[in-house]
């Protein structure tokens, strides 16, 4: 029985992942952390990680990258794996996360979905394919309460696009103070924020007289809730520390 700790239970993507985690007879939440320690399903809540004493297999947190450096304190305390869903992050708390896989097996991921990590191999074939004759555009729309703008996830496509281009891509996220020509070797970072929507990513790769994009759009939220369950049973089980994403998760499977 894999016992998991959910930090930001009482969220909407934590409400989804409670739901999950109740229908499968393998796993089971032992304990919820959130700011809101109010108790909505059959496991205890606590404001303060640190207030549990019981023991985790693995921590899942989709909380808010303010709890993030006690969280990971916690983990590290407890030698408990954690799963970090959560986007938004300064770089300061990136190489928080970075030092603590130097001591636990963390898993870090800016979107949990199979298909927008399948997404990023394509992305990746596509740019090294087309090279410096295509502009790169990227447009991602979430819901009104989304916090973080550009999306944990477009930042990822980009740096897939970036990281097989034969330049240095410089990432542009506003133009509307400029008054130029594109320049050749940038990548275009759009957000759009209005209504209901779960998630929406395109990439545009747009050379003379032809455009080629890929999209992916998440019907719902439990795409990320699924992804982010997988992740703590493939944590779970890696004794070694260190920094994991879900290429290691598809790979596993």
């Known amino acids: 029985m894999l016992k998991i700790a959910l930090s930001g239970c009482n969220g909407r993507m934590g409400r989804v992942i409670t739901d999950i985690c109740s229908k499968k007879e393998n796993m089971k939440i032992v304990a919820g952390f ?3 320690a109010v108790k909505l399903s059959d496991f205890p809540v606590y404001a303060d990680p640190f207030e549990f004493s019981g023991a985790a297999d693995v921590v899942i947190d989709f909380s808010n990258p303010a709890s993030t450096s006690h969280l990971l304190e916690y983990c590290i305390q407890n030698r408990t794996p954690v799963v970090i869903c959560t986007t938004g992050h300064s770089p300061e708390q990136l190489a928080q996360i970075g030092a603590a896989a130097g001591k636990i097996p963390v898993f870090r991921s800016g979107n949990m979905s199979i298909g927008i990590n399948l997404m990023l191999d394509l992305l990746k074939k596509c740019a090294s394919v087309l090279g410096d004759g295509y502009d790169v555009e990227i447009v991602e729309a979430h819901h009104n309460q989304k916090l973080d703008a550009p999306s944990g996830t477009a930042l990822m496509l980009a740096d897939a696009v ?45 050379g003379r007289d032809e455009v080629i994009e890929i ?35 598809i790979a596993a499977k």
């Open 162 to 206: 970036s990281s097989a281009l034969p330049y240095d891509a410089q990432y542009e996220y506003d133009r509307h103070e400029r008054r130029e020509k594109r320049p050749p070797h940038e990548i275009g970072i759009h957000s759009i924020r209005g209504g209901t929507i779960v998630g929406e990513h395109s990439v545009m790769f747009c």
């Open 215 to 249: 999209k992916h759009s998440a019907h719902s939220r439990e795409v990320f809730a699924v992804g982010a369950v997988d992740a703590a049973a493939f944590l779970a089980a890696q004794t070694a520390p260190g920094l994991y994403d879900m290429s290691h998760v």
């Open 34 to 36: 959130d700011v809101n």
